[in-house]
């Protein structure tokens, strides 16, 4: 006979075992038997610790680390007036990459992105956030990796989660936050930490968020750093972020956290200020040495005003404390390939591939830096692999894209225009395969050709240097 | 070897002009490193397909609904 657990703690058990829909489940039914429904009883314990684990739950389906998303919107960019200095001195602003003064690559060596800085080895949702000039750059820049269309404003994205996730839900959502009397909740603190991670990730919605931290920071007498530094949150996503720094700096004065300082850091970069982001981290970084978040956030920041060598220096820093950091060890490979080093990139690639990971993207690192350290034998079927890894259109085509300088290093111009014509058929905006194309098309003197490629890539590409050379190049050949 | 030694000797020119002609070439892009996508990037990009998914789903069902006739 098999006896029946506990369906509360099975519940707990599904939870702590990361099945959080199973969990939801098993919630839905124990508060059906009990009903629960919008008013938290404390005559019923269970069904109100269903109801808590139920939020968490769902909460922890959707949840992503605040602390990690800087998107900007077209709306943020453009109309951004929260800049201190409209013309910044050079050094002093994330805005204006500024001319390399450390010595590190030049664009003929290491390609940049659009915003002019040279492409990273790691890819966050704020990297190439650049802040593009007009409008139309601002259009047409991919937000994300590769795939997203520029959001027209931040929250968007998270109100189009919420609402597929209310479309599965058959009986409406779970807690219904118009009905919410949220005095109520504030004065119970237990429970209005778990609505309030609810309604800020899961239902998105951070006005009532806003509202519910309002409430419980004043119940708590300001005395509660978790719940200013929520009100700073919910502030920082409405984009006002002098307030949202000062909940944070009240929050550092009761209680130092390695999270405020990274959420005051990350307001002082909306802000346009990168010099005192900084400051700021090495001020964390005396009260928590040798904290890797921390020195990572240096590290991105140098990274971002092209101060290569700095951020080289605090990446490495950040392995010596962990030695498993991928973004550091991308970063540090990246760097080293671009810097003629090749085969130090490649052992800083295969460490990632030894910790396990295992894309499209690192196989394809791979097989570059195999080719460029002279290890023929792995290159191509390293190449191999990361096609058959490929999840999307853009990623095969930035394969084929690299196939092809392997196929012209080996001198098969056949090959090349092979593997460039399929990075286009496979990414129709793929600037640099038009560009090589045109190249490729020159050496065979099809003059007309070249020029209508070349002028399809600096019209896709206006950042790259490389079509307008050969252009003009071109042109001076025969005009 | 001492025969080839004989037959090719080295040529070093003390005096004239050197010129060399300066052409332009064409420049390739350079190869990319692809970047490696952050966890957080990844799990918003998985949720986003699936959220997509899921209305796509329901408009699909919604279609294959027989239309209501009286």
Redesign the interface.
């Known amino acids: 006979m098999v006896r029946e657990m506990e369906p509360l703690l099975l519940a707990w058990s599904y939870f702590r075992r990361r099945k959080f829909q199973l969990c939801v489940d098993l919630c839905t039914q124990v508060l059906e038997k009990s009903p629960y429904d919008q008013e938290p009883d404390p005559e019923l314990p269970l069904s109100q610790a269903a109801w808590i684990l139920k939020a968490r739950a769902l909460t922890e389906m959707v949840y992503v680390d605040e602390i990690d998303i800087y998107q900007e919107g077209i709306a943020e960019m453009m109309l951004d007036e929260n800049a201190i200095a409209q013309v910044p001195r050079p050094g002093t602003s994330l805005k204006l990459p500024g001319t390399n003064q450390t010595g590190g690559p030049s664009p003929a060596v290491r390609p940049i992105t659009q915003a002019g800085r040279p492409v990273t080895g790691f890819l966050r949702p704020s990297t190439q956030s650049g802040r593009p000039g007009t409008m139309e750059q601002a259009i047409r820049t991919p937000r994300t990796a590769y795939t997203a269309r520029p959001i027209t404003s931040s929250s968007g994205r998270f109100v189009r989660l919420g609402t597929a996730s209310m479309l599965t839900n058959p009986d409406g959502p779970f807690i219904n936050l118009s009905r919410l009397n949220l005095t109520k909740y504030a004065q119970k603190p237990k429970l209005a930490k778990a609505l309030f991670e609810y309604i800020f990730h899961h239902e998105n919605d951070v006005k009532t968020a806003l509202d519910l931290a309002a409430l419980s920071t004043e119940h708590s007498q300001y005395k509660d750093w978790w719940w200013k530094v929520q009100v700073g949150k919910c502030y920082y996503r409405l984009g006002m972020y002098r307030e949202a720094e000062k909940q944070f700096k009240s929050a550092l004065k009761q209680q130092e956290m390695v999270d405020t300082f990274l959420y005051l850091a990350k307001v002082y970069i909306s802000l346009d200020q990168p010099v005192t982001a900084l400051t700021l981290y090495k001020q964390g970084l005396d009260t928590f040495p040798g904290e890797v978040t921390l020195l990572c956030g240096i590290a991105r920041i140098y990274e971002e005003m092209n101060n290569i060598a700095s951020a080289a220096e605090y990446y490495k820093d950040v392995l010596k404390q962990d030695n498993t950091h991928v973004e550091a060890i991308a970063c540090i490979g990246s760097n080293h390939f671009y810097s003629d080093q090749p085969e130090i990139a490649l052992r800083f690639y295969r460490r990632l591939l030894q910790m396990g990971v295992y894309n499209c993207q690192l196989f394809n690192n791979l097989g570059l830096c195999c080719f460029y350290a002279q290890q023929y034998d792995m290159t191509l079927t390293s190449f191999e692999r990361a096609l058959s890894l490929a999840k999307n259109e853009e990623e095969t085509a930035d394969v084929w894209y690299n196939l092809g300088h392997i196929a012209v290093g080996i001198g098969d111009t056949n090959l090349a225009h092979q593997c460039f014509r399929l990075a286009l058929v496979n990414n129709n905006h793929h600037a640099e395969a038009y560009n090589n194309l045109a190249v490729l098309e020159m050496r065979k003197g099809h003059v007309e050709q070249a020029r209508a490629l070349l002028q399809t890539a600096s019209s896709l590409a206006p950042h790259m240097y490389e079509p307008h050379f050969n252009f003009a190049a071109v042109s001076d050949k025969h005009s | 070897m001492a025969e080839l030694k004989s037959m090719f000797r080295e040529v070093l020119p003390k005096q004239g002009q050197l010129s060399v002609e300066d052409i332009?070439?064409?420049?390739?892009?350079?190869?990319?490193?692809?970047?490696?996508?952050?966890l957080?990037?990844e799990?918003?990009?998985k949720?986003?397909q699936?959220?997509?998914d899921?209305?796509h789903q329901?408009e699909m069902a919604e279609k294959e609904k027989p239309p209501i006739t009286h």
């Open positions: 332009n070439t064409m420049v390739l892009c350079k190869p990319k490193l692809l970047p490696l996508k952050s957080t990037l799990k918003l990009d949720m986003q699936a959220a997509q899921t209305i329901q």
